[in-house]
């Protein structure tokens, strides 16, 4: 059996927060405002200040979500919720304050002893999510992918009341993301849409809507490696991501995320980047063992082969980490047990992940 | 602003109904099945009827619904469900009765005293919806099409909370479909897909939906006009189907399905059926008002210009009606009036929808 489900209400355009004051009046009379230091200084926090303040609402911001946010970070998100009495959650940034907005939303309803073994119940506080990046894809999925310092990796907590109620997407956010962010972020989704259709979940909606992600992020590369957008690029992009969250909300991801984790947790690469630095070599392997459907998928991103993805990446991804093969192993141990092993087409064995890893970051 | 929503989740398989049970046992003790006298002979009911057994729950069946179903059936069913107690509602059938059980999910809740000017509340029975035709795509939208004989057409009444919670989606019922229901509801979907890309609400989900519904339909015409089918023409035409009801769900539909309600409440046309027989005269007006989004849609749908359309379509929908002017100025006027006029990127006014139907059955 074959499950699509997408409950979030997208909607998109230039201002479509400050056109949408209704909408947040729906949502109750308090709300908690959930973002980064740096998210909310780019117009996002004072829209959404705005529509509140027309609507009569009150709101408390918690702006100290960090980069791959921590239990303790959605601990005392919950707390402020519950102190506050906030009945919904808006969530503005990008992904780890919309996935922190998640588990806030959790915890400001339910107790969650060990936040990573707790199996969460329907009761979570509604979320609009707004995308400040154009990657994670983050306000269309269900999950919240936080620090795990115990298992020294980031771990993806989910449920179906993870999804938020809407997302807003304007592209505008965007307009003053660094390089670096907006090239590793784009590559997340381009990671996303491609890592989607080889899941053994992909389906035709998937499908339809990954290839239309790939197709946007294709047009989108010149401008990437230029490092120069307009507001239609921008546009462009956060649909692609959206779309391609989208579709891992559907399929979950491979084992690309997997190892992924452990480049962010241990070397700091920014998710994005991680993926990115591993998809080319990942891609060689599924060529070797499922050529017909990796052709199919390197096709729909508009790539000859791995190595025409290896080209068009590599200029964004800066200087290779150089890793020995001891940290490798390790690492492709631990993506050998994640859950995202058994959801993709392709098997990949320990010996496999350490393959990719050698051909990506080793020494 | 673009809006894109489908809350509706599907479940695709062979078997998925009967591998589903728990799924209806998350809605409540009773259920009343909603079909029509023949919808429930193709092992669906059957199926239906084991899961809530095997659930221990009860379940009422009204299965009365006609085609072009009437407000008596509605309030009939609505009057049934309050008697039974029914908690959810299970809708197996073409588009009528999953269109009217939507009405009914509605009746058995709330009073209306004139069904097409009320305005529902969100107060719906939960509803699961099992389509036995590929081409309504009513199991994925929010409308109900009802037979308006105060106004001598078929009116959709709508609302966010007619959206059923689960379609199955089991190509096996369609096995005993008669080859002009095949065939007349696939080109309802063709109709859908089409039209929706013509809606000024159309957007990219829409349109990556719309395309995927139209690639499945077009490498099933060669089945469509032999009128013979294995499983897999049948799981891809539901897709399709499914796939253009998540198109319009979003869209709408255009002056086709306005101007072919007319088709079908005096000349007893089936509601895909009238679709096919205007869509090509339809889209050569639309050629020359818009020829770039035109050529677009004509080229998604795998034809070069609409008369290759025509041509596509003229073996599946048998000898036309020869319809003389004054009726067809009547039917004009009706549809000129029609809201989806509005919805249409391309304005058709009252000249312009004589034209068509004339060119479609002019005497």
Redesign the interface.
């Known amino acids: ?7 979030v ?5 230039r201002d ?1 927060v400050a ?2 004051a209704p909408v947040f009046a729906s949502f109750g009379k308090k709300a908690l405002i959930v973002t980064g230091k740096s998210s909310a200084k780019n117009g996002a926090l004072a829209d959404v200040s705005a529509a509140l303040f027309a609507n009569g609402q009150q709101a408390a911001v918690y702006d100290k979500i960090p980069p791959n946010p921590t239990v303790a970070c959605v601990r005392e998100g919950g707390a402020l919720a519950r102190a506050f009495g906030a009945e919904f959650i808006v969530a503005v940034g990008g992904g780890s304050p919309m996935d922190a907005a998640k588990a806030i939303a959790m915890l400001a309803r339910q107790d969650a002893d060990d936040l990573f073994s707790y199996r969460p119940t329907d009761d979570v506080l509604p979320m609009l999510h707004i995308p400040t990046t154009a990657g994670t894809g983050s306000e269309v999925t269900p999950y919240a992918i936080l620090t795990n310092d115990e298992k020294q990796t980031k771990t993806s907590i989910s449920h179906p009341a993870f999804f938020p109620k809407v997302a807003f997407l304007d592209g505008k956010y965007m307009r003053g993301l660094p390089q670096s962010t907006a090239a590793y972020t784009a590559i997340d989704a381009m990671s996303h849409a491609m890592e989607g259709m080889l899941s053994v979940r992909a ?3 998937t ?3 990954a ?2 992600s790939l197709r ?1 992020l294709h047009a989108e590369l010149p401008a990437l490696t230029a490092g120069a957008y307009t507001d239609a690029d921008r546009d462009a992009l956060l ?1 692609a991501a959206t ?1 391609a969250g ?1 579709v891992i909300a559907n399929t979950g991801t491979s084992p690309v995320h997997s190892m992924g984790y452990s480049l962010t947790y241990f070397h700091g690469a920014p998710h994005g980047r991680a993926n990115g630095l591993l998809l080319p070599a990942f891609f060689e392997v599924c060529a070797q063992k499922a050529p017909e459907r990796t052709a199919e998928i390197l096709r729909a991103a508009g790539f000859s082969s791995s190595a025409a993805l290896a080209d068009a990446l590599a200029p964004l991804l800066g200087e290779r980490e150089k890793i020995g093969d001891e940290a490798l192993r390790a690492y492709a141990g631990k993506a050998s047990v994640n859950k995202n092993i058994k959801n993709c087409s392709v098997f990949f064995g320990e010996e496999d992940l350490f393959r990719v890893l050698k051909n990506s970051v080793g020494v």
Chains 1, 2 share one sequence.
């Open positions: 059996m074959q499950q699509y489900y997408m409950p209400k997208i909607v998109r355009g479509c056109k949408s389906g035709a909606v499908d339809a809507l290839a239309e946007l649909l779309l989208m």
